[in-house]
């Protein structure tokens, strides 16, 4: 255990929840000081739920939502100047990854993201990420500390153990102006999907043999209350499904709770983005597919007849 200060904030709440466990798992209770930031903007019992997770302090920040990376570093670059953390722990979602590099061009400090395990020795902080296309593990080392650390949503996190005495301590809010700014919001052609955040997900591969049997898959994912997946050959070359749908190395990383993989043969570029999903469901016609490798439930057969059947058993 560590008598590190560990910063940590992230804009979506379950990720600031998994950071400060991470970083109470790190100092050990009662050594070290994890100090959790609440963003404007976050929801009314935030800074409940990061004490009750481990963080020694918290610091929610007033004033409006903030959505220009410049303007959330310049603000993490005043907290981080209060709080001299060791390390500044944040998501790597696609805000966490903006603002850690304009954080780390601002205060000149190393920056990693995409980071999926941490650990602190004497001689550097040790991250796992991801390589060869998700089939190994690099583990690399930071030798300079301060250091920010961007770590993959879903990465797995310890169990929560709240600080005894958690502080608050309110932070000023910022009036710096943006330096960026939103001159156009379009929705995008195929709707709003966040396919990230999804709990379920059924997806579809290029065993489906045409456009217009999309419909036979679609009406398993509403029995199931799932969002629509597909690869990337359905969205990059049919252009079957839009590419908020597409998972995979190119596409999105996903971990839902259920996955169903429908006629996907399970390619290393596809598996990367679901390969963390809790429990996964696949129908294939080819019992050596490499799908059956990840699966806890495999059916082979024809979707044709498998896909109806589960969607009128489930009451679709
Ligand atoms: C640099 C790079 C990046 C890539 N990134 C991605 C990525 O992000 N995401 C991604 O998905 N791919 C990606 N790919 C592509 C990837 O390599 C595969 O080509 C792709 O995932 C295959 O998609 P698929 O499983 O739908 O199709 P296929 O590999 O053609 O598999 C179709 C499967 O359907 C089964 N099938 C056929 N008919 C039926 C039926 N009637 N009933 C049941 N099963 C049936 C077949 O047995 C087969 O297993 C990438 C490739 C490269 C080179």
Known sequence: MSDERLLCVSEEPEVAVALVRLARSLTGPGTGRVVAVVLPGSAPDAAERLAAAGADEVRPVDGPALTDPHVVADLLAEIVAAVSP????????????????????????????GVTGLRLDADGIRVDREALSGNAVAVERIVRRPAIVAM?????APPAAPSPSPGRVRQ????????????????????Q???????????IGRGLRKKEDLPIVEALARALG??????????????????????GLTGHRVHPALYVAVGVSGAVQHLVGMRSSRVVV???????????????????????????????????
């Open 152 to 156: 993959m949503p879903g990465f797995s």
């Open 172 to 191: 000023p809010p910022r009036a710096t102006a943006p330096l960026t700014e939103r001159t156009e919001l379009r929705p995008k052609a195929g709707g």
């Open 86 to 113: 060791s390390v500044l722990l944040v998501g790597s979602t696609k805000r966490g990854r903006e603002a850690a590099g304009h954080l780390a061009g601002v205060l000149d400090l190393p920056a990693t993201t």
């Open 226 to 247: 799932a969002e629509v997946g597909c690869t990337r050959p359905l969205a990059a070359e049919a252009g079957w499904l839009t590419d908020d749908h597409w998972i």
């Open 193 to 203: 999907l966040e396919i990230e955040k999804a709990d379920r997900i059924v997806t």
């Open 282 to 316: 696949a129908i294939n016609k080819d019992p050596n597919a490499p799908i059956f490798a990840q699966a806890d439930y495999r059916i082979t057969g024809d979707l044709y007849q498998i896909v109806p059947a589960l969607t009128k058993a489930l009451g679709g």
